[in-house]
């Protein structure tokens, strides 16, 4: 599914694959992902038997990354990433409302998997599928030269982007500091990780303040260098 041209004009209705401009070589990757279906005999043998959807947002001048997991189903339904009630929870923690979490051209969303997995017998969803990380993660890195800041939410994305340093996802997120200041390590936002938050009453205390001030920090740099850009006329 390519970009429409409303989708740039209103990031927090868009859905799908976002890709604001100038997208360049990101559009090309973009566009391949949005047309995958690598997975879709997984998918379709599945109990929801869905086809795939990749969900994710993109640009080059975006500072932040979300490093997620992967679609949950009522994303899947509505090409929104952190549409739910995980993703209220995770613009609380950053501090930040809809209008700035959904404007691609400051943070980039790339889940661990770009679709909805499935469910597993207990109706949890279902890890994200490696292959998905092993067929794009690499080279969409590579294209989203602006990041400075990567937040990595969960597990995967954690033993993802710092290998052998990840540890459990109570050891790498007590141990935010190490990562500081262009990463930090987090929970997953979801209701399961409740009792996780209540055990662990730094997380809220300790990490949550840093986070907060690490993401006003690079998106006020962000629209800094937007309003330079435009006096500069070269947006
Ligand atoms: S999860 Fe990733 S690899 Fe699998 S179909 Fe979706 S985009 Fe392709």
Redesign the pocket.
């Known amino acids: 599914m390519k970009p429409s041209p409303s989708d740039h004009e209103d990031p927090v209705r868009a859905t799908g694959v976002v890709v604001a401009p100038p997208a360049g070589r990101l559009a090309d990757l973009a566009e391949r992902?949005a047309a995958?279906?690598?997975?879709?005999d997984?998918?379709a043998a599945t109990a929801t038997a869905h086809a795939?959807?990749?969900v994710l947002r993109l640009s080059p001048q975006a500072s932040v990354l979300v490093a997620g997991q992967?679609p949950g189903m009522r994303v899947h339904r509505s090409g929104l990433p952190f549409d739910d009630p995980s993703g209220e929870r995770l613009r609380s923690w950053m501090g930040i409302d809809r209008a700035a979490f959904y404007d691609p051209r400051r943070i980039a969303i790339v889940p661990m998997?770009?679709?909805f997995?499935g469910y597993d017998a207990r109706k949890a969803d279902l890890p994200?599928?490696p292959?998905?990380a092993r067929?794009?993660r690499a080279p969409l890195m590579a294209a989203l030269r602006g990041i400075r800041l990567t937040l990595l939410v969960g597990g995967h994305a954690q033993r993802w982007h710092l290998g052998r340093r990840a540890g459990s996802v109570t050891e790498t997120v007590r141990a935010w500091r190490d990562f500081a200041p262009d990463i930090i390590p987090l929970p997953h936002p979801s209701w399961r990780n409740t009792a996780w938050i209540r055990r662990n009453p730094w997380f809220e205390a300790e990490l949550l303040p840093h986070l907060r001030r690490r993401v006003a920090e690079e998106l006020a740099r962000a629209v800094s260098m937007a309003s330079s850009a435009e006096e500069d006329g070269t947006t």
């Open positions: 992902i995958c279906r690598l997975c879709a997984r998918f795939p959807r990749p992967a998997a770009f679709c997995p994200p599928p292959l998905c067929s794009w």
